[in-house]
């Protein structure tokens, strides 16, 4: 069974920087696609930034050049390196673990954590 915990949520002055880790357990990390989502009330997850097994990396539009996702295969974690940031971020953000097609029957699951506060506020 995968869990996946978040942390480095808070509160933080618009330009400011916040470094969000998520750390999982379980197997089958260094074979899974990882992405950091964020939701707002009344709205639904949107994906903020991904990062493949091989290392392949994509961005939302509205993050491109502030946000920095990365992952470490050897402590069972993916950052968001969050930079410039506005009030327009905030939310509450998740994880998400994919395990690809090589981790075998486990591609067939998915797995999120239970979400960190970001609150870009003056």
């Known amino acids: 069974q995968v869990q996946l915990v978040e942390s480095g949520g808070g509160l933080v002055q618009p330009g400011g920087s916040l470094r969000l880790s998520c750390a999982a357990s379980?197997?089958?990390?260094?074979?899974?696609?990882l992405g950091w989502y964020r939701q707002t009330p009344g709205k639904q997850r949107e994906l903020v930034a991904a990062?493949?097994?091989?290392?392949?990396?994509n961005y939302a539009d509205s993050v491109k050049g502030r946000f920095t996702i990365s992952r470490d295969n050897a402590k069972n974690t993916v950052y968001l390196q969050m930079n410039s940031l506005k009030p327009e971020d905030t939310a509450v953000y998740y994880c998400?673990?994919?395990?690809?097609?090589?981790?075998?029957?486990?591609?067939?699951?998915?797995?999120w954590g239970q979400g960190t506060q970001v609150t870009v506020s003056s």
């Open positions: 379980g197997s089958f990390f260094s074979v899974s696609d």
């Open positions: 998400h673990q994919q395990p690809s097609a090589l981790a075998g029957w486990a591609s067939r699951f998915d797995y």
């Open positions: 990062i493949t097994w091989g290392g392949r990396i």
